[in-house]
C-alpha cells in the first residue's frame, strides 16, 4: 500500500520561503497523481498544486504566482517550493495521491485517497 511522508516544515518570517518535500514508499510515476494541499484551523482542506499522473500541472489560481511543485521521479519525490509566505499560508501541509487521478479533479481532496500525516507551517508577521 503506498504511503506518505512530508517533510520541511516549521517557523518562517512573513516573505520567507520553504521547500516540503513528499517522499512515497513506491515509484508514482505514470501512476498515480499526486497533489498538495493545506488545511488551517476552522477552514476546509484547500488544493494548492498537483502533477497529473501524465505529468500535467495544475495550481490553484490562489498560489499559481508563488508556489511551485515539481517531481523527482528517481528519489521519489514531490516538492513544494513556497515563495514570498505570508501569515495566512499558515495551516497543515498535506501531500496525497490518487491512482489516475484525472487533472480535471486533481485538487479536490475527495477524489485522492492515500495521504500523508501532515506538516505545520507557521508564518510569523
Known amino acids: 500500500q503506498l504511503q506518505l511522508v512530508e517533510s520541511g516544515g516549521g517557523s518562517v518570517q512573513s516573505g520567507g520561503s520553504l521547500t516540503l518535500s513528499c517522499v512515497a514508499s513506491?515509484?508514482?510515476?505514470?501512476?498515480?497523481?499526486m497533489a498538495w494541499f493545506r488545511q488551517a484551523p476552522g477552514k476546509e482542506r484547500e488544493g494548492l498544486a498537483g502533477?497529473?499522473?501524465?505529468?500535467?500541472?495544475k495550481y490553484a489560481d490562489s498560489v499559481k504566482d508563488r508556489f511551485t511543485i515539481s517531481q523527482a521521479i528517481t528519489e521519489k519525490t514531490i516538492t513544494l517550493q513556497i515563495n514570498s509566505l505570508k501569515p495566512e499560508d499558515t495551516a497543515t501541509y498535506f501531500c496525497?495521491?490518487?491512482?489516475?487521478?484525472?487533472?480535471?479533479?486533481?485538487?479536490?481532496?475527495?477524489?485522492?485517497?492515500?495521504w500523508g500525516q501532515g506538516i505545520q507551517v507557521t508564518v510569523s508577521a
Open positions: 502533477i497529473e499522473h501524465s505529468g500535467m500541472i
Open positions: 513506491e515509484y508514482t510515476f505514470s501512476r498515480y497523481s
Open positions: 496525497a495521491a490518487g491512482f489516475r487521478t484525472p487533472y480535471s479533479l486533481l485538487l479536490d481532496p475527495t477524489k485522492l485517497d492515500t
